[in-house]
């Protein structure tokens, strides 16, 4: 087993750097995929967000160049999405998933007393591979009001009102109002965003969740409302674990984004049993809990590239001979783990663990599990076949593929065989 440094797999929470904070929340961005390892070659026009606000504040409006999946991992939000001729209010909570298309001017307020509202944005830029940007409509300090971008003319022109009046009401009154609270705070914090998250009182909250929907618990599925992690059955489910997804088949939000989302609950104690997927490259986020994972790759699958400094020989029978090297690290809240396609990969829960994937290449993705008494590809091995594969007899196999009863998720004590 490698430390982190050494493992491209993990991504430990200390990878996110952030992008606005203040006392109201904050924005991170997890570092590129691509920038830690060349198997993550495909990743890299996807990026990963977490969002947090405390309770009774509100990320006023912006839009990016970029889609966005959003997941809210706890707490409550209002979403409004604005069109160019309407706009819709949703209420949010735990699981509930919706796409926010890119250039879609949204906000999002914390609409509970007491718990922080926390969210995982997987984002797809549509303009720079893996680079978004974000044009705020109120501007801050840092970054002004896209609209100040304009000259006086055009302004006038398109408000058909003095530019000096426009600066009053559209421009200028953030500006003065983030000068008071740069007189507040002190110079080590100059390169926050101020003004992006902002307190918002209960009764402007009353008044934006007056016509908010709330995610259809229904599995009817919609082009623009959210749906939850949580509203089909799951996939698989025992008394170890539960895991639920939702497929672009099943959701037409997810479709031409080719992603599939899914949650995953392993009890503590539990083994959600090694499996790998045939196309998917799954990003995963641990939202709680703690455990370890163990992954199965080949040798020097961390490297940039092939190091030169290895002798001659070893460089050519690297060639040949791909050498089996496993992967593992702690997971702890926060943190990030990438399972590439075609990888096996076992995840192991030392207290109740619960975790956020989102899959790429979603589309005709197979997961064969190695273990467990259903849909365990192994077993499918014909017997001559067997025979020819494995040291043990094909009944030997047999017998030893049948000792596991459970299926998906199993405890992850070994057998204490008498």
């Known amino acids: 087993s490698r430390s982190d440094q050494e493992n491209p797999f993990i991504f430990k929470s200390n990878r996110f750097q952030t992008i606005y904070e203040n006392e109201n929340g904050h924005i991170r961005l997890l570092q590129r995929f691509d920038k830690r390892s060349k198997i993550f070659e495909n990743l890299q026009n996807y990026r990963l967000l977490e969002y947090k606000s405390k309770p009774h504040t509100i990320f006023l409006p912006q839009f990016t160049d970029a889609d966005f999946i959003l997941v809210v991992l706890s707490g409550k939000a209002i979403l409004t999405v604005l069109n160019s001729n309407d706009r819709n209010s949703f209420n949010l909570e735990r699981g509930d998933t919706i796409k926010l298309p890119a250039g879609t001017i949204a906000y999002l307020a914390n609409r509970d007393d007491n718990e922080d509202l926390r969210v995982l944005d997987l984002a797809i830029p549509v303009n720079r591979p893996g680079q978004l940007q974000s044009f705020l409509l109120s501007g801050t300090q840092n970054q002004p009001s896209f609209l100040s971008g304009f000259s006086k003319n055009i302004l006038e022109a398109a408000f058909n009102t003095e530019y000096e009046e426009i600066e009053k009401v559209l421009l200028e009154e953030q500006e003065q109002k983030s000068q ?11 390169i926050t965003n101020e003004d992006v998250i902002v307190k918002v009182s209960r009764e402007q909250i009353e008044e934006l969740s007056k016509n908010a929907k709330s995610s259809s618990k229904k599995s009817v599925s919609s082009e ?27 959701n037409p939000q997810l479709q031409d ?10 009890k503590e104690g539990s083994l959600l049993l090694p499996n790998y997927n045939s196309r998917a490259i799954v990003i995963v986020t641990v939202n709680e809990g703690k455990g370890d994972f163990e992954l199965v ?55 109740d663990l619960n975790l956020i994937g989102f899959g790429i290449n979603a589309k005709n993705n197979q997961r064969n599990f190695l273990a467990g008494e259903e849909d365990n590809v192994i077993s499918q091995i014909q017997r001559p076949v067997k025979e020819l594969a494995f040291p043990g ?17 199993a405890n992850a004590q070994p057998l204490q065989i008498e």
Do not use: C, M, W
Not at 257 to 266: A, G
């Open 297 to 351: 790759g080949q040798r020097n699958e961390n490297q940039q590239e092939q190091r030169e400094e290895n002798d001659e020989e070893e460089g050519q029978e690297e060639e040949t001979t791909k050498q089996v090297q496993r992967y593992r690290a702690r997971l702890s809240p926060g943190d990030v783990l990438v399972i590439p396609a075609g990888h096996p990969v076992a995840i192991n829960a030392s207290s």
């Open 224 to 250: 623009s409302e959210p749906f939850n992690l949580r509203s089909r059955n799951p996939i698989y489910s025992n008394k170890f674990g539960k895991f639920f997804e939702i497929t672009p088949e099943k």
């Open 393 to 409: 007899s094909s009944r030997e196999v047999d017998r030893l593929l049948t000792n596991q009863k459970q299926s998906h998720f």
């Open 180 to 190: 008071h609270r740069r007189s507040l705070r002190d110079k080590r914090q100059e």
């Open 257 to 266: 984004l080719d992603i599939f989302v899914n949650s995953v609950e392993i």
